[in-house]
């Protein structure tokens, strides 16, 4: 699978839009990006999945560098709901069975 | 219904008990997939289902038995576990296995092996 890098970490205060960077350097052209969180004490929950253009939806957007080596998530007011582990993952489109494999991940924390 | 359900939600066990996880969900999904998370880390994948047939086993010891009897459920059974093994384990289904899938999560079984 290929592989991404995101921060361990970042920090928002609460109302303020939030840019969660990945970096996926290796994408091949069948790879899907998704994006993925986990709030604490809970399962992990969808957010968002883009191939080559940006998507938006009703909780994030994201934006997908032309090389598609980078992509963005973009809250675009953080609450204190949104604290939690975000993972950004690639995805080929290539194979029938393409299961999750989760990085470490970014630890977003919102300040009120 | 956009629900996974998972029972137990804590399930606490010796070394020489055998117990079932169990997972369901009626949004029609066709794919069902079982992971491990331990503390502070990240989900790992165990098993993949794919219309009610194994179609992933991450090389995960035969201790740990998956199931799943119809569309609907999915369970895991456990016998012989070690301390290491606890954990939580989450329970995903998606409408098909492909990369455009978005996968729905249960809020896990938390499993503490004594």
């Known amino acids: 699978d290929a592989k991404t890098t995101q921060p361990n970490s970042m920090e928002s205060n609460e109302e303020e839009p939030v840019h969660l960077p990945c970096n996926h350097s290796?994408?091949?052209?069948?790879?899907?990006i998704h994006w993925y969180r986990q709030l604490p004490s809970q399962g992990p929950e969808y957010v968002i999945h883009g191939l080559t253009s940006n998507v938006n939806n009703r909780m994030a957007s994201l934006a997908i560098a032309e090389d598609r080596k980078s992509s963005t998530l973009i809250l675009h007011r953080a609450t204190l709901r949104d604290a939690a582990v975000y993972y950004c993952i690639l995805r080929d489109s290539n194979s029938g069975n393409t299961p999750l494999v989760f990085g470490k991940g970014t630890r977003l924390s919102v300040i009120a | 219904d956009t629900e996974v359900t998972q029972t137990p939600k804590h399930l606490v066990m010796g070394m020489t008990n055998k117990k079932s996880l169990k997972c369901e969900q009626h949004?029609?999904?066709?794919?069902m997939y079982w992971y491990k998370q331990k503390a502070k880390k990240p989900p790992e994948l165990m098993f993949v289902?794919?219309?009610?047939?194994?179609?992933i086993n991450e090389s995960v010891p035969s201790r740990f038995s998956p199931e799943c009897p119809n569309s609907s459920l999915l369970n895991l059974h456990l016998h012989a576990l070690q301390p290491e093994d606890s954990a939580l384990y989450l329970c995903a289904s998606s409408q098909r296995s492909g990369a455009y899938n978005e996968q729905f999560f249960g809020p896990g079984t938390r499993l503490t092996v004594l």
């Open positions: 289902y794919s219309y009610e047939k194994l179609s």
């Open positions: 290796t994408i091949s052209g069948t790879d899907y």
């Open positions: 949004m029609g999904h066709r794919a």
